[in-house]
């Protein structure tokens, strides 16, 4: 699996932004994603998921009621709309594979060392004020 992400850019505070990941694997249909983000000096963390048919989502605390995730299986593309940007979601932005699981009545979204071989370059978000 090869990950491309791109759509990164300099945004102002207030502004929005439109990522893609392009994944070359004919599995991508059956393959729950996610997207990562990771700001100087701090861990690469989960900001967004989705099933594999993108029947489910998931999305941070910090990131709620302003990113949208959502896929379009017949182009191997996942996206990320991102909206009302803040200077604190600057940061490099990663797809990659998650697991999903059923919790409660809910999905788990899971990220497993396995899936490490598949990390990107990544796509920079500078959001300025």
């Known amino acids: 699996v090869r990950l491309v992400e791109s759509g990164g850019g300099l945004v102002q505070a207030g502004g929005s932004l439109r990522l893609s990941c392009l994944a070359s694997?004919?599995?991508?249909?059956?393959?729950?994603m996610g997207w990562f983000r990771q700001a100087p000096g701090h861990q690469r963390e989960l900001v967004a998921a989705?099933?594999?048919?993108?029947?489910?989502?998931h999305y941070a605390d910090s990131v709620k009621g302003r990113f949208t995730i959502s896929r379009d299986n017949a182009k191997n593309t996942l996206y990320l709309e991102m909206s009302s940007l803040e200077p604190g979601d600057t940061a490099v932005y990663f797809c990659?594979?998650?697991?999903?699981?059923?919790?409660?009545?809910?999905?788990?979204?899971?990220?497993?060392?396995?899936?490490?071989?598949?990390w990107g370059q990544g796509t920079r978000v500078t959001v300025s004020l």
């Open positions: 990659n594979v998650v697991s999903a699981s059923r919790c409660g009545g809910s999905v788990c979204y899971e990220y497993a060392s396995v899936f490490d071989k598949f």
């Open positions: 694997t004919s599995g991508f249909s059956v393959t729950p």
């Open positions: 989705t099933t594999a048919d993108g029947g489910n989502v």
